[in-house]
């Protein structure tokens, strides 16, 4: 334009510019860090929101693990007879529990993510990203009130047994439930970018992740696996050895077989890295499309 | 040189029509197609005017099509146009959230949006906890919320529900608390859409102050979306007027709104009906005809400041032995009352009657005026309202020389004044 020309000027600088299509890799990191205070307080938001006008508040953490930890003891301990590797039952199913709990808490909620903020993310912008973020995060205070919960039964049966476990194996307790973070966000965003324009990936999200447990030595322990066929498929799996890991950094028993980590840090990582490719492609415009 | 905030160049955005299936899973695979062969995307080229009352032949609509221009430093550009013009659209791309699908738009500063009030309020927290919230999601710091919490309660005049959920407050606390924190983000483009539709009248000048402070002290450039004519009067320099997703014109406020205002306005001079069957009124009265003649001394001259106006009137009576009278009323084109005469009242029998209404030279100030013509029985009751009939165009007639803005004031007399 003719009318441009005249204060057209090449070292110009412009904060801002929209353009079409970004580069591949401009996963606007820099810009979720910028908003750092946002994620903190949708973090708040999250926690406080849900338990407004409940007596039990933040108690109902409890009582989930608690029954689901009944009827797995009933279900699998007592009818289907499987054994726990040594473990006390309770721990057993209960640690599993915690972290599997985590695990699909963030998936689900992070797979929803375009959807379910639809509103929001129409009127304002801030890097797309925090809410999966916030999400993950939300979650993992969750988990601790339900890791407190066990080392709670776990020291009562410490007391009544005279036998409870401590040792440097805690220490990869962190690292284990960061794997598991990663990998439901890995996984969560992917299908929250596909889920924008066609919705049947929320339709399976919804069952899949049932099925998944199954899949996971969350009820059974690997070894109880071994010798038959499908023990491959299971040990696969990615989740397998940060399930495993977790129960031998609890107890001290089990298999922590590093290779297995290391191989579900690779997914992982490849998880992550496709993840937020497709985000980053899809948040531009999924509002034309969700 | 000015010094330029907003550019946007050549902007379109096309959107897709239609439901979300099969149909449009084989358009993304073909797409997908094109792409992966280095080709341009097929489905650009059939994009359609955005006309929502034509049907159209293809799925896909241009909501904006080859928008261009710039906006400066603390200017308050209003945009205004109908609904479907494509305005919201244009917002949507300035406050990011969507993308053009070609051209580009160029920021300088921090942009924030207040598309629409309240935005990420949620209904269970406090006052107190929303206006952190809402303002991290538009993009402030915990500390810049922290040094202005005290002005934006006080804003919003909600003191005493600080610590109270939001979804206890009022619709009009409720807006002017999210205003107050998008008001107080001292960002240096603000975009406002229709936010000032909801909030009591108190609220609304509150509102439309804080944004006149917000461009004319601090120097910051707002882009200000409504229909209110009057609001976009008062507060903007500049208005982008759109259409069918088109630029139709951009210039200064008076320009833009008159050439809107006879474009969407009324601007017949005549409403004559001969069949008494069809013709506007009811079971009392019909109208038959609302001119206005303006006495001029030739044929095609424009109506100006200086020209008589006679406002005649005709209509069927079917009530017997009442009182009538007229009353006209004078509009300006914000819908401001400039005037309102009564006829005499009379005993009109039935059938035909007729009268005229002369407005002065020299009272009428320059402008859109539109004429409502009410029949009133018992000089008491409407029998009918005749709303915004006829519409007319006082022009100018100042002549080169003196001042040339707009002149101020609703009329334009000419009293008696001395000067010694």
């Known amino acids: 334009m003719s009318k441009h020309s005249n204060t057209e000027n090449p070292t110009e600088h412009w904060d801002l510019i929209l353009k079409p299509k970004a580069a591949l890799f401009d996963l606007q990191l820099k810009e979720v860090w910028k908003y750092r205070d946002l994620l903190v307080l949708f973090v708040k938001r999250d926690f406080v929101a849900q338990y407004k006008q409940t007596i039990l508040g933040p108690l109902w953490h409890f009582i989930q693990p608690i029954f689901t930890t009944i009827v797995f003891l009933l279900v699998f301990g007592k009818i289907a007879n499987i054994p726990t590797d040594g473990i006390n039952p309770v721990l057993f199913y209960m640690s599993g529990i915690s972290i599997w709990n985590y695990f699909s808490a963030c998936l689900t909620a992070t797979s929803n993510t375009f959807v379910a903020n639809a509103g929001i993310f129409g009127k304002v912008y801030f890097p797309r990203l925090v809410i999966p973020l916030s999400t993950v995060l939300s979650n993992i205070v969750k988990f601790v009130i339900q890791f407190f919960l066990l080392l709670a039964v776990m020291s009562w049966y410490g007391i009544k047994t005279g036998h409870f476990y401590f040792g440097v194996s805690w220490l990869l307790i962190p690292l284990l439930v960061l794997m598991m973070a990663g990998l439901g966000l890995g996984l969560g965003i992917i299908i929250s970018s596909l889920t924008t324009k066609y919705r049947d990936f929320s339709v399976l999200i919804g069952f899949a992740v049932q099925l998944l447990m199954y899949a996971t030595p969350v009820a059974y322990p690997l070894s109880y696996l071994s010798g038959k066929s499908f023990a491959a498929w299971i040990s696969w799996n990615p989740l397998t050895p940060i399930v495993e890991a977790f129960r031998f950094a609890l107890f001290g028993t089990g298999s922590a077989y590093g290779t297995g980590l290391v191989y579900s840090g690779g997914v992982i990582a490849l998880l992550l890295f496709l993840g937020l490719l497709v985000f980053s492609k899809v948040e531009r415009t999924f509002m034309d499309t969700v | 040189m000015t010094d330029i905030v907003i550019r946007v160049e050549n902007l379109s955005k096309q959107y897709r029509l239609g439901s979300v299936g099969t149909g449009s899973l084989i358009q993304d695979l073909n797409r997908t197609w094109y792409l992966v062969r280095g080709k341009e995307d097929p489905y650009l080229k059939i994009g359609e005017v955005?006309?929502?009352?034509?049907?159209?032949?293809?799925?896909?609509?241009?909501?904006?099509?080859?928008?261009n221009f710039d906006v400066n430093h603390g200017e308050v550009l209003g945009i205004i146009g109908r609904n479907g013009a494509g305005k919201s659209t244009l917002l949507k791309i300035l406050s990011r959230t969507t993308t053009p699908t070609t051209g580009s738009v160029k920021i300088k500063g921090r942009v924030a949006s207040l598309l629409e009030v309240g935005t990420g309020f949620h209904p269970e927290l406090s006052g107190r906890e929303n206006i952190f919230l809402n303002g991290a999601i538009l993009g402030m710091s915990k500390q810049e919320i922290k040094s202005k919490f005290e002005e934006i309660v006080d804003f919003a005049g909600v003191e005493r529900y600080i610590d109270t959920p939001v979804k206890r407050y009022s619709s009009g606390m409720y807006v002017r608390l999210a205003f107050g924190v998008a008001a107080h983000l001292e960002p240096e483009i603000l975009i406002v859409d229709e936010v000032l539709a909801v909030g009591d009248a108190e609220f609304q000048k509150k509102a439309l102050g804080k944004m006149k402070d917000v461009s004319r002290q601090d120097g910051r450039t707002v882009l200000f979306?409504?229909?209110n004519m009057t609001a976009i009067k008062s507060l903007c320099s500049k208005v982008l007027y759109l259409g069918n997703g088109q630029k139709i014109q951009y210039d200064h406020t008076e320009k833009v709104i008159n050439n809107y205002l006879s474009h969407n306005a009324n601007s017949s001079l005549l409403q004559s009906f001969d069949d008494q069957l069809t013709a506007?009124?009811?079971?009392?009265?019909k109208v038959k005809r609302l001119e206005i003649c303006p006495v001029l001394n030739e044929l095609n001259e424009p109506i100006t400041v200086n020209t008589h106006i006679n406002v005649e009137f005709e209509f069927w009576n079917e009530v017997d032995d009442k009182e009538i009278n007229l009353s006209l009323h004078l509009f300006t084109i914000a819908q401001e009352c400039v005037f309102n005469v009564g006829s005499p009242a009379k005993?009109?029998?039935?059938?035909?009657?007729?009268?005229?209404c002369l407005i002065p030279s020299n009272l009428l100030n320059d402008g859109l005026y539109m004429v409502s013509m009410m029949i009133v029985i018992?000089?008491?009751?409407?029998?009918?309202?005749?709303e915004n009939?006829?519409?007319f165009e006082v022009n100018e007639n100042r002549t080169p020389g003196g001042w040339h803005g707009k002149w101020p004031g609703f009329i334009r007399p000419q009293l008696d004044f001395t000067l010694d």
């Open chain 2, 225 to 227: 979306v409504s229909h």
């Open chain 2, 347 to 356: 005993i009109l029998t039935k059938g035909l009657h007729k009268g005229i």
């Open chain 2, 378 to 386: 018992d000089r008491s009751h409407a029998l009918f309202n005749y």
């Open chain 2, 280 to 285: 506007p009124g009811n079971e009392f009265v």
């Open chain 2, 389 to 391: 009939a006829v519409s």
């Open chain 2, 50 to 67: 955005n006309d929502r009352t034509q049907k159209g032949n293809s799925d896909y609509v241009w909501a904006l099509q080859d928008i």
